[in-house]
């Protein structure tokens, strides 16, 4: 699948192309943009002749969104890599507000009102809690543990993650799947269950930077 984005900022003449997430070609035109009243056409192009082929896209499209403002290439970012989002802010508080809309279930929770960001999800009904954390992973740097946006705990980058080789693979928050005493081999301080609140979890297709989490933290 690709996400693809195309920005036009009418203050600078700047055209931008992104592709999942990431910059693809940038344009800046001596004359302003010229457009025409009419009704817009999705998938061809009718004034375009290629060289070879066809100008008629072929493929699927999922979701298609028009914005009255330029966005940001952090914005752009966000939206081509998230792949799921809990932000535990309200009564339907499984609810994934992401692109792909995850089912998710939980049990032995309540909901706390003094998150970091508005409300939280909470474990055993501890109101001790951590006000946000990410684990990340990557096969040069290996995986991260954040709490309150300082690294508290590592794995180096000859640690291998291997999913289960099935689909879907589940991602199990404050306690260890099938209730093991740990996460599995090199697990990152996992040995007992989490008491406390989460106030936001969210998966990423990439891997997170330490700026990246410095902004989610603050945000």
């Known amino acids: 699948m690709i996400h693809a984005a195309c920005v036009f900022n009418i203050t600078t003449r700047e055209q931008s192309i992104y592709l999942n997430g990431l910059p693809d070609g940038i344009n800046i035109p001596t004359s302003p943009l010229l457009v025409f009243m009419g009704n817009a056409i999705i998938g061809n192009n009718p004034t ?30 966000e939206e081509a890599t998230l792949a799921a989002r809990f932000p535990f802010d309200n009564t339907t508080i499984l609810v994934d507000f992401g692109p792909n ?9 309540s ?3 003094n998150g970091h960001s508005l409300q939280a999800i909470g474990f055993n009904g501890s109101m001790s809690y951590f006000q946000t954390w990410v684990q990340k992973w990557s096969s040069t ?19 291998t993650f291997a999913a289960s080789g099935i689909t879907p693979n589940y991602v199990t928050l404050a306690n260890s799947l099938l209730g093991s005493g740990s996460c599995g081999v090199v697990a990152i301080n996992s040995n007992n269950s989490f008491i406390g609140g989460v106030d936001d979890f969210r998966i990423y297709s990439r891997e997170l930077s330490a700026t990246d989490v410095c902004a989610l933290y603050l945000g």
């Open 111 to 113: 909901i706390l009102t």
């Open 48 to 77: 375009f002749v290629p060289l070879e082929g066809t100008n008629v896209f072929q493929g699927y499209i999922d979701k298609l969104t028009v914005s009255r403002r330029p966005k940001s290439a952090y914005e752009i970012l």
């Open 101 to 109: 809309a995850v089912s998710a279930n939980a049990s032995s929770y």
């Open 141 to 159: 740097n290996g995986r991260n543990l954040y709490v309150n946006n300082i690294v508290v705990d590592s794995q180096p980058s000859t640690t």
